[in-house]
């Protein structure tokens, strides 16, 4: 049968370790925004995963909206060069946005987002991220909730894709071998 797990060579971050750390991210979003209306910006498609899972572990009110961006650049690098696919529904004006992604990977994506929508007149911007990789220590982004760093390999799963692929895996894993060629 066509099973999704015959493409898989490990786990990396297992479901329950997902889900156990969503709870702690919750915790401290609910702690950090008290007594404020979060505004959660979900970045198009990697964070739907996260996104649906983080806004139904928090106790605070949010409102959701989403963004989709395109990074120009060669093959599978990010040139930090960021078109706007779909801008958001909402007025920033005085907002407290907290952008959600699924991962961070060079950082250019973010850098430029967060900038972008700092413009707009947000109260606040803050970043919340389910996986992080090495190179975007490298970015000056400050990034107030990590789930977890992850190695410099080719992840996938939990909205994370290979050629639009696998994101529906429910656990980050890396791919067998036999997928690329
Ligand atoms: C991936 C990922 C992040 C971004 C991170 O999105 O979901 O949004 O790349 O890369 P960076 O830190 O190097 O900028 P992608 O552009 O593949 O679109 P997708 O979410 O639709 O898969
Ligand atoms: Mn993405
Ligand atoms: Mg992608």
New binding site residues.
């Given amino acids: 049968i066509n099973d999704l797990g015959n493409d898989i060579e490990k786990v990396l971050v297992s479901e329950e370790q997902i889900a156990a750390r969503l709870v702690e991210l919750a915790a401290a979003i609910d702690e950090d925004y008290k007594d404020k209306d979060i505004l959660l910006v979900g970045?198009?498609?990697?964070?739907v995963m996260v996104m649906a899972d983080l806004a139904r572990a928090l106790h605070s009110p949010v409102t959701m909206d989403w963004m989709a961006v395109?990074?120009y650049g060669s093959g599978t690098k990010?040139s930090g060069v960021v078109r706007i696919l779909k801008d958001l529904d909402t007025d920033l004006t005085d907002r407290h946005v907290l952008i959600v992604?699924?991962?961070?990977?060079?950082?250019?994506?973010?850098s430029w987002l967060i900038q972008n929508l700092r413009t707009r007149g947000a109260a606040t911007v803050e970043i919340c991220t389910m996986l992080r990789k090495p190179e975007?220590v490298k970015v000056d982004i400050d990034v107030r909730y990590v789930g977890f760093d992850v190695p410099n390999e080719f992840v996938i799963g939990y909205?994370?894709?290979y050629a639009e692929k696998y994101r529906n895996v429910p656990f980050v894993a890396t791919l067998a071998q036999h997928v690329y060629s």
Avoid at 43 to 47: I, Q, Y
Avoid at 101 to 110: Q, Y
């Fill in positions: 970045v198009l498609k990697g964070a395109s990074s990010s992604e699924d991962i961070i990977d060079s950082g250019l994506t973010l975007a909205g994370l894709d």
